[in-house]
Nanobody, 123 residues
């Protein structure tokens, strides 16, 4: 089992930046591809970004490409999401997730989830 805890969310003005962190415990995340998903009120959960086990591959949703960057530190069992040029439409609860798949953007294929951290972007 892997336990995931997100932090770093908050309220920021449009154009600002936030860095989300995901702390893992229980097992080494080096065995898992990791991803970030988000869910806004009244909307479906959506894929944001994913990173392979050794950081060799990343993928981003078109809506965040060029603004968000995912990274990981397997030695510290941490995953990060750097979010720049934030927009009001980025407002959502952000979830960190881990999968035993080699690499996937499909939320149903993720096995472990954090409790989420709220990001609110004001206009």
């Amino acid at each position: 089992q892997v336990q995931l805890v997100e932090s770093g969310g908050g309220l920021v003005q449009a154009g600002g930046s936030l860095r989300l962190s995901c702390s893992a415990s229980g097992r080494s995340i080096s065995n898992y591809a990791m991803g970030w998903f988000r869910q806004a009120p009244g909307k479906e959960r959506e894929f944001v970004t994913a990173i392979s086990r050794m950081s060799g591959r990343t993928s981003y949703a078109d809506s965040v490409k060029g603004r968000f960057t995912i990274s990981r530190d397997n030695a510290w069992n941490m995953v990060y999401l750097q979010m720049n040029s934030l927009k009001p439409e980025d407002t959502a609860t952000y979830y960190c997730a881990g999968t035993g798949k080699i690499f996937t953007a499909v939320s149903e294929e993720y096995d472990y989830w954090g409790q989420g951290t709220q990001v609110t972007v004001s206009s």
